[in-house]
Nanobody, 132 residues
Framework: QVQLVESGGGLVQTGGSLRLSCAAS????????MGWFRQAPGKEREFVAA????????FYADSVKGRFTVSRDNAKNTVYRQMNSLKSEDTAVYFC?????????????????????????WGQGTRVTVSS
């Protein structure tokens, strides 16, 4: 079972930037495709971004495309999300999630996962508050 710990959340002004990290332990990190989701107050959890197990492919929700960038360092067992041009509607608790990619890991399995049901390992979340 992979353990995920998010960090980097906090309070930022509109237009500002934050970098979130999600560190994994207990597993071979490159075995996992990773995703970021968020849950705003009073709303359901929604997809934000995802990255394939190699890091070679990413996918973003339309609401964050061009502003958020997801990356990973498999040597450090960490996935990152750089958030720029933050808006008040980005205020939420952000979760990272892991999807174990079945063997063999190759070109055909190297794609980002979007649906929440594909993920069975979740972090505890980190809060991001964007103030105007």
């Amino acid at each position: 079972q992979v353990q995920l710990v998010e960090s980097g959340g906090g309070l930022v002004q509109t237009g500002g930037s934050l970098r979130l990290s999600c560190a994994a332990s207990g597993v071979t990190f490159s075995s996992y495709a990773m995703g970021w989701f968020r849950q705003a107050p009073g709303k359901e959890r929604e997809f934000v971004a995802a990255i394939s197990w190699s890091g070679g492919s990413t996918f973003y929700a339309d609401s964050v495309k061009g502003r958020f960038t997801v990356s990973r360092d498999n040597a450090k067992n960490t996935v990152y999300r750089q958030m720029n041009s933050l808006k008040s509607e980005d205020t939420a608790v952000y979760f990272c999630a892991a999807h174990m990619v079945e063997q063999p890991r190759n070109y055909y399995s190297d794609y980002p996962r979007v649906p929440q049901y594909e993920y069975n390992n979740w972090g505890q979340g980190t809060r991001v508050t964007v103030s105007s």
